[in-house]
């Protein structure tokens, strides 16, 4: 089982790179006015197939362990790349956006060349994180959370993009912002359950439900960013460029959090 996970990580790697190629060379045939769209449906095929790779490689880390893929680095980059790749495929069959696809998986592939590097033998849950179930629950928040608020960072820089060089291959101005709305949409309420059940968990392993820990702190400053988003955009009607700032900021939240435990020691191991 353990080949299995070693050869689908691989498989995840090359399809995710091989899609990314796919669509830089169906945009190019595509600028110079020639050739069918054949390499785009190639390209989001392959998309696809990665999804497949990805969840059988996380599948198979199950497997393996006996539990879900949160207790160290490379099981939550593993999943937090599904999250990418799966609410990427989702907005582009929405929205037929080639160009927001092509940007979340650069940034799966990002995440999944981190998990190769991370990588961890499998091994048993210490005892902080021994409550499967509510932990289990705690990470597939994350996942939807960080996955879904990934298409609204890229929207978002597409939209300042799109605002200032007005380019014919991206979106329009109206979608981009459709699309960053409808991202935080999702994202906002699993990234508040992501909190809630936190602290629960938190109380259960470490007898509080809060205590300061730089990963807490990060995590509820990335959740009031957002939350100045829906206020600002549901209150006061913000749109367009001052909306977008607030996005990017609340990704680069989104990333400290992530990788914050390299920086400042706490109880978190990711």
């Known amino acids: 089982m353990e080949n299995l996970e070693n050869v689908s990580l691989w498989l995840s790697l090359g399809g995710v790179a091989l899609s990314i190629a796919l669509f830089i060379i169906d945009f190019a045939v595509q600028r ?3 050739g069918k769209p054949r390499l785009n449906t190639a390209a ?6 990665s999804i497949v790779f990805i969840t059988l490689t996380i599948i198979s880390r199950i497997v ?10 490379y099981e939550f980059s593993l999943s937090f ?5 799966v609410a990427g495929f ?5 929205y037929k956006a080639d160009s927001i696809l092509n940007m979340t998986l650069i940034i799966a592939l990002l995440l999944l060349i981190f998990a190769r590097v991370q990588y961890t033998p499998p091994s048993s849950l210490v005892p902080a994180l021994q409550q499967s179930a509510l932990l289990s629950a705690h990470v597939a928040s994350a996942v939807v959370a960080y996955g879904t ?20 291959w991206l979106p329009d101005l109206e979608v981009l912002d459709n699309i960053t709305y409808r991202s935080v949409m999702v994202g906002f309420p699993f990234l508040t359950l992501l909190i809630v059940l936190g602290a629960l968990w938190a109380d259960i392993a470490w007898g509080r439900y809060w205590g300061w820990d730089p990963k807490e702190t990060a995590s509820l400053v990335t959740w009031l960013i957002y939350a100045a988003y829906m206020h ?34 706490g109880l978190h191991v990711y």
């Open 32 to 34: 110079r006015g020639g």
């Open 44 to 49: 989001v095929l392959t998309a696809g197939l």
């Open 64 to 73: 393996l362990t006996g539990h879900g893929p949160f207790s160290n680095m």
């Open 81 to 85: 790349a599904w999250g990418v790749v």
């Open 90 to 94: 989702a907005f582009h069959r929405r």
């Open 149 to 168: 608020l990934t298409i609204g960072f890229v929207a978002a820089v597409m939209y300042l993009v799109q605002k200032r060089y007005e380019l014919s």
């Open 232 to 265: 600002t955009r549901l209150v006061r009607g913000w749109k367009g460029r001052r909306a977008s700032i607030l996005l990017i900021a609340g990704f680069l939240a989104i990333a400290f959090t992530f990788f914050g435990n390299y920086i400042f020691s």
